[in-house]
């Protein structure tokens, strides 16, 4: 496989929620709000389990990772669709597209091995309460952490790396709000059976 992208698309122009401009101003004042209501609960809860003694444990330790997660999440695609309802072009580059693309799965991703391990957390917990604190312990809890980061990247790498190989020769405009694999699929020229039966096996 080569490293290098032969497309002739340079860039993408994203579709957008609605091509109403009364409605822009809705959808930007509500995303905005949304956002800034994410941004600060999640702030918030980290504040917390940082703060306060009590909250030292691995369940809160786990969530607060969770919460900066949620929030790089939210920064990956709410900010540029602020900028794209409230702009005139409604253009994202290509290069620009695919690291979203790779930072949304790698935020989803470490998300979904991070609940993973919170499940087995609560399961050993009641299941084993006695042992829980030798299980759980501090050094463990960090090491569940960078597993998860780490599956995350990995995931999110092949991802972006096999929708950078696809060529693309136009059209060129995405019908979503956001850079993902199956909307780029959708309009590469060639055929994309290999990465849609990865992305379902995934």
Not at 36 to 44: D, F, I, P, Q, W
Not at 159 to 187: E, M, R, S, W
């Amino acid at each position: 496989m080569v490293f290098r992208n032969q497309s002739s698309v340079k860039e993408f122009t994203l579709s957008g929620l609605s091509s109403s401009h009364e409605l822009h101003v809705i959808f930007s004042v509500f995303f905005l709000v949304l956002y800034l209501m994410t941004l600060s609960g999640n702030l918030a809860i980290i504040a917390a389990v940082h703060v306060d003694s009590h909250l030292r444990s691995p369940m809160y330790f786990f969530l607060s990772n969770l919460s900066f997660l949620d929030m790089c999440y939210s920064s990956v695609t709410i900010p540029r669709l602020l900028t794209n309802i409230l702009s005139r072009k409604k253009t994202i580059s290509f290069n620009q597209c695919i690291f979203q693309l790779f930072f949304l799965h790698l935020f989803g991703g470490t998300e979904c091995f991070l609940l993973t391990v919170m499940a087995y957390d609560r399961y050993v917990a009641i299941c084993n309460p006695l042992r829980y604190h030798a299980v759980m312990n501090h050094r463990f809890c960090f090491w569940l952490v960078t597993f998860s980061w780490f599956a995350g990247f990995i995931h999110s790498f092949t991802q972006a790396f096999l929708t950078y190989q696809l060529p693309f020769c136009g059209p060129n405009k995405i019908n979503h709000f956001f850079c993902d694999v199956h909307p780029l699929a959708v309009l590469a020229c060639a055929d994309t059976y290999f990465i849609d039966m990865f992305i379902i096996a995934n």
